[in-house]
């Protein structure tokens, strides 16, 4: 069975895949000191507590952390006897080699992205990602990576507010009852979703506009769901995407 991971800013995820289905999935905070020992003390336990029992012979990483990639390499080969496929190194290869500027390195999740998005959706999309932060992935018609946009992340913009301006609280995104808001609160919860709303909405126009071709958008991502609410931004939402981009890459690989 394969592990796959996919190592953010702030979570990783370890999902396991029995070539058919994800068999479990589990997430934990992203944290560079961890050791090889940790990560297979952690992963079995949960296992066990949910009495899977699957014999992984096969690791893929995506890691946006480069610190935590050696680790993760020696995690894989200590506990399940396998050199691991880390995407973005040298002896990963990719469907469609991204079409960027030379000596630009692109983010691994982005390249996850892109072949997940294109193996569900085809070529010519958006992919917006609201993680730490908030990216626009544009894949072009044969499934290349062509270029994109990053944004503050909308929990990075709330920490912000509250940690420059001391008097303006910690709070959580939701969708605020009208645009004017008659507290603190609610003037702050306006001001994040709607100007992401215009963010989202303004960033995925001028890309078509550029780009001259029809564009489907594709979110993903935890606060996707929540921004659908408003508006029809999206037209379609993968929650999953990462991990599946993760096998798609695999598979390819495998099959080289």
């Known amino acids: ?21 994800w ?3 589990w997430r934990t905070a992203t944290e560079w000191q ?4 940790q990560y297979y003390v952690w992963l079995t336990s949960l296992m066990q507590f949910q009495k899977i029992e ?6 893929i990483v995506s890691s946006t952390v480069p610190r935590v990639v050696f680790n993760l390499r020696v995690f894989a080969d200590r506990y399940f006897n396998c050199r691991p496929i880390v995407v973005g190194k040298a002896d990963c290869a990719l469907p469609v080699n991204p079409r960027v500027d030379i000596g630009t390195q692109v983010g ?10 294109y193996d569900r959706h085809g070529g010519d999309l958006i992919v ?5 932060a908030t990216t626009f992935d544009v894949v072009a018609h044969d499934g290349a ?5 990053i944004a503050p992340g909308v929990n990075l913009s709330l920490e912000a507010l509250h940690n420059a301006a001391a008097a303006l609280p910690h709070v959580d995104i939701s969708k605020p009852q009208q645009v004017v808001g008659t507290n603190t609160v609610a003037c702050m919860q306006s001001g994040v979703f709607w100007g992401y709303i215009g963010l989202v909405r303004e960033i995925c126009a001028r890309i078509k506009a550029e780009r001259g071709v029809a564009m489907r958008v594709v979110s993903t991502g935890g606060l996707a769901p929540l921004f659908q609410q408003a508006e029809a931004l999206f037209d379609a939402f ?9 096998t798609v890459i695999h598979r390819y690989n495998k099959e080289l």
């Open 1 to 21: 069975m394969l592990l796959a991971i996919d190592c953010g800013n702030t979570n990783t995820v370890f999902a396991i895949w029995d070539g058919d289905d």
């Open 23 to 25: 068999v479990a999935s």
């Open 34 to 37: 961890r050791t090889a020992d």
């Open 54 to 59: 699957a014999d992984i012979t096969e690791v």
């Open 108 to 117: 691994p999740d982005r390249l996850v992205n892109t072949a997940g998005a």
């Open 128 to 132: 917006v990602d609201f993680g730490t």
């Open 145 to 149: 990576y062509v270029g994109g946009v």
């Open 238 to 246: 993968e929650d999953d995407l990462t991990m599946h981009g993760l």
